[in-house]
């Protein structure tokens, strides 16, 4: 009876012991090898049974399990046309926010899920939607994805076709994904600005700015172009055809929701829709909450009939005013253009400036500039060769625009080789004896001063 008892306590003991075995952290270390080895050398038909001992028994060991395995899913999927590994790719992404939740951004794994998902025809349209929606609600700070704020609103866009959303959800889901674009557009910007001011000033890069300009100008670009297909997708509804039935009809029921009243008065306002609702709906908006935008508003109004000095005034209230830099930015612009308008280049300067100070992407305020600048070359500068000259300016000008805002690439382009063919030619440059030396523009409003290109 001893003997047997001290036989089935060995078994036992020696069942726990392997149990324990197989979950140490040693097992795990080599498990993880098997996978990974075969894994970096994209032999992922070797390293795919040792992912899933992982994940079943070392779900939390290393973030490499996870990082391989979205490689090894995508290889599946996207490079092999097997769609049957879809879920499992989907699962690898969940897995990884689960268990590594603090070195992973939410908003950028759920968008990435949402993408795969629509990608892949996965679900209906709305439920597509619908993780596109919970991913940039839950985390919209790393729902950074220009692919993926475009399938977001395109898919609104489609459930509107279908009638299962309304017109104006369509509406305040573009101003949302607008407003996001907007903001990644600017913090680019910013961080790019910084690095061209450093190039202009004639100061050599290094290989890592150098490398960081290049993606923050190709990433400019590519929400650049989201932004062209959010508003090509968004298309005829947003034009004054249908705005105005839509706001007219729901003027009586809103009229005292402040809220809805700007919306509709800012929209009517972006596409410059001509009709009395547009004058309805400001003049409500300032009686129910005098603010920046019901005086940006009136200023739009008294410019539309011709009433400058008046439409100024509103324009400067409605910048004391406004807290939003991406609506400031807008009445920067009005005021600076107000100005242009009446030839005061040197005010509309600096309202310009002030739009580019909160809108580092305003690549049409560069583009203004460059305008002004050219014009203003027979009243700068003493000489023939320096009243030319002022062209560079221009042209420098007109490049920054196409960097900040590649929407306006093709015209900014096309503007800084303009005023390049107007500038001294080589031969010019060679004639006067020029040639390296800079060229001061203090005696007129455009200021600053070019260094003439070396022969």
């Known amino acids: 009876m001893k003997t047997k008892a001290i036989l089935l306590f060995s078994i036992l003991a020696l069942t726990l012991g392997s149990t324990t075995f197989a979950q140490a952290p040693d097992d795990c270390a080599v498990t993880l090898s098997y996978f990974t080895e075969p894994a970096k050398i994209k032999n992922y ?14 779900p939390n060991y290393n973030l490499a399990i996870y990082q391989y395995g979205v490689r090894m899913f995508e290889y599946f999927v996207e490079e092999k046309g097997d769609k049957s590994k879809v879920n499992d790719l989907i699962k690898a992404w969940e897995l990884r926010l689960k268990n590594f939740p603090e070195q992973t951004k939410e908003g950028d794994v759920l968008s990435t899920i949402a993408q795969i998902r629509y990608d892949n025809n996965v679900g209906t349209k709305a439920e597509q939607f619908k993780a596109f929606d919970d991913a940039f609600k839950k985390d919209p700070e790393n729902f950074t994805s220009g692919k993926s704020l475009y399938a977001y609103f395109s898919l609104a866009v489609d459930l509107h076709s279908t009638g299962e959303k309304e017109l104006q959800e369509i509406f305040d889901l573009y101003d949302v994904i607008i407003e996001k674009l907007d903001k990644e557009k600017n913090d680019l910007a910013e961080r790019l600005t910084p690095i061209m001011e450093k190039e202009e000033a004639g100061t ?45 009809k729901d003027f009586e029921e809103k009229k005292t ?34 603010s920046a935008k019901s005086a940006y508003y009136l200023g739009k109004l008294a410019e539309k009939d011709g009433k400058g000095s008046q439409a100024l005034e509103y324009f400067n209230q409605a910048a004391d005013l406004e807290t939003n830099n991406a609506d400031k930015a807008k009445i920067y612009y009005s005021i600076a253009e107000n100005f242009r308008k009446k030839g005061s280049y040197g005010q509309a300067r600096t ?21 002004m600048i050219g014009e203003s070359s027979n009243n700068c500068g003493g000489t023939v060769f320096e009243k030319r000259a002022v062209n560079w300016l221009a042209a420098d000008m007109a490049d920054k625009a196409a960097r900040v805002d590649p929407s306006l690439s093709s015209t900014a382009s096309a503007t800084a080789s303009s005023y390049r063919q107007r500038a001294p030619s080589k031969s010019d440059i060679f004639s006067a004896g020029m040639g390296g030396k800079t060229i001061s523009f203090s005696g007129c409003w455009v200021g600053g001063s070019v260094k003439v290109p070396n022969l």
Request: hydrophobic content about 35%.
């Open 45 to 58: 038909e070797a390293a795919l049974p040792h992912y899933e001992k992982l994940i079943t028994e070392c």
């Open 204 to 248: 050599a890069l290094t290989e890592k700015e150098k490398d960081a300009k290049d993606v923050y100008e190709n990433n400019i670009g590519v929400y650049g172009t989201v932004e062209s297909s959010v508003n090509g997708k968004l298309g005829q509804l947003a034009d004054c055809d249908n705005l105005v039935p839509l706001y007219s």
């Open 257 to 290: 929701d402040v809220s809805w009243v700007k919306n509709a008065a800012g929209r009517l306002s972006a596409k410059d829709c001509d009709d009395p609702l547009f004058f309805k709906l400001v003049q409500q908006l300032h009686t129910l909450e005098p």
């Open 351 to 371: 309202y310009y400036n002030k739009m580019i100070g909160v809108k580092p992407s305003a690549g049409i305020a560069y583009l203004k500039m460059a305008q």
